[in-house]
């Protein structure tokens, strides 16, 4: 059965001038066009594998180019167009994928990658969803461990901060709110380390440096804050965590931390209108 979507392995039935007709064993016909066959000698009675899809006239075409993703698969893909009734994407192939606007989760941006899963729609066209999460896996035990530094792609924020990530555009994983710093937004690629992996499989993650590396990056950021503002700034154990965070991208904890140190190397000094350098 020739099924849109899906790669099939069918025999080259006639050439005609503007490509080939092939046939499965039900004696079904589909067109391979010569420019999806450009680089490539073809012979009446072949046996070719060709991937099935709609060109821009909704004709079930065939083709021997790869696409990035066939159906039933989760791709990394960039947004191309965006109008009134959904965006379309890049998937490989001439004509470019659609994602309607009812399966947009968030607002996609032109020239921005996002993980999208390609599904046939009630119309036998090819379409894509940002809702991805039910169709990731559950990493099976041993496969990832704490401490093992891995890629996420973000394809959800939840209204606690909380990212849900897909671990090498595989498996499902989350990075707590307290555990990211910076802002995030959907589509961003991320490295992080495993920090738990959860009794259902999911995959915790944390995008924060261990501890003595967080540190000494924090100091060398505070030493050169203060070197580029004639060694002062109005920031101390006292700021806010709000200024913190805007100004350093890090937790008061972490500041106060990283201050205290620095002071005990005796490159700094506080008082109450900030901090100094020696």
């Known amino acids: 059965m020739i099924s849109v979507g899906q790669y099939s392995k069918l025999k080259v039935s006639k050439k005609v001038d503007f490509g080939y007709y092939l046939e499965d064993n039900f004696g079904d016909e589909v067109l391979l066009p010569n420019s999806a066959a450009k680089g490539h000698e073809i012979t009446e009675g072949d046996q070719l594998e ?70 046939v729609d009630k119309t036998d066209r090819l379409a894509a969803t940002t809702r991805i999460h039910s169709y990731l896996d559950i990493a099976e035990e041993g496969k990832y461990k704490v401490s093992d530094e891995v890629n996420a792609i973000v394809y959800e924020i939840n209204e606690n901060a909380t990212l849900n990530v897909a671990i090498d555009g595989e498996y499902r994983g989350l990075i707590l709110a307290n555990e990211h710093f910076e802002y995030i937004y959907p589509g961003q690629e991320i490295k992080g380390r495993v920090k738990r992996i959860y009794e259902d499989g999911t995959i915790g993650v944390t995008t924060r440096k261990k501890r003595l590396e967080a540190r000494s990056e924090l100091s060398e950021t505070i030493l050169n804050y203060l070197k580029a503002n004639g060694g002062f700034m109005p ?30 190397e005796k490159l700094i000094t506080q008082d109450k209108e900030g901090t100094r350098l020696l």
């Open 50 to 119: 060709v991937f099935i899809y709609r060109d821009s006239k909704d004709r079930m075409i065939s083709t021997l180019k790869k696409p990035l993703l066939t159906v039933g698969e989760i791709g990394y893909l960039e947004v191309v167009s965006q109008n009134n009734i959904g965006a379309f994407v890049n998937f490989g192939l001439e004509r470019d994928l659609f994602v309607p606007l009812k399966e947009q989760s968030y607002k996609l941006k032109e020239g921005k990658k996002y993980l999208f899963y390609m599904y």
């Open 235 to 264: 920031y101390n154990d006292k700021s806010s965590p709000e200024d913190i965070k805007r100004e350093f991208n890090t937790s008061k904890n972490y500041f106060k931390m990283t201050l205290g140190g620095l002071m005990r």
